[in-house]
């Protein structure tokens, strides 16, 4: 600021007509700058929310390969059925429910439902 106009700061005296037109052509360039500032912010925040919704349609087509690539699918056999056997309750029997272990797990999937039912143990 410049710094005749400073002490205008401190006071509430009229301003002559000289000092007002001062302060209006100090006031154009910055005046038009933020408008174009402004403008670009908008610009901007428009390309965000493109790139955004750009991002999320990538990150659902990503997510949706997500579960082809579980290394759940790359367990052998035998890991499963250990895991599968202690999935058991170890507090009582098994019961014949499709909520709990054994049959729950022969839902899952055909490859899990094939493995269950050819390991005797968790039966």
Known sequence: MEPHLVELLQNNEPLSEAITHEIMELLAEPSQELLETEAE???LEAQLEALKEKRLRLQ????????????????????????????????????????????????VCNSWRSIALSFPHIW
């Open 60 to 107: 659902t087509s990503i997510d949706a390969y997500a579960p082809i690539l579980s290394p759940a699918r790359r367990l052998p056999p035998d890991v499963l059925c250990e895991i599968f056997y202690h999935c058991l309750p170890t507090h009582r029997n098994p019961i014949m429910s499709a909520s709990e272990a054994p049959v729950l797990l022969t839902r």
């Open 41 to 43: 912010i908008q610009r």
